[in-house]
């Protein structure tokens, strides 16, 4: 639900970008603040046992998940652009 939206908003941002990009161009500034909240408070968790160790069980499939499914969203969506711009080339 969170990921599915954000995967398009990306999408559309990177298809309007013209000549060559770097990877790390791909996310704008927020998107990099919410990856290293995300990083400082998973590894502060784990660090100072915030959490009981049954709920780690149980979150990190769940996130895990919800990353690989975001993952092949923008799988999908590249082959789906990539053959949409091989069509045009070959017209």
Do not use: C
Request: charged residues 20%.
């Amino acid at each position: 639900m969170i990921f599915g939206p954000m995967t398009k908003k990306h999408q559309q941002r990177i298809l309007s970008y013209t000549g060559e990009r770097y990877f790390w161009q791909f996310f704008d500034g927020k998107s990099f603040v919410i990856m290293a909240i995300m990083i400082i408070g998973g590894v502060s968790i784990r660090v100072f046992h915030l959490l009981p160790e049954f709920f780690i069980a149980f979150f990190y499939p769940g996130l895990g998940a919800a990353l690989a499914l975001a993952g092949l969203a923008f799988l999908q969506n590249y082959l789906k652009e990539r053959r949409k711009s091989d069509e045009k080339s070959n017209e």
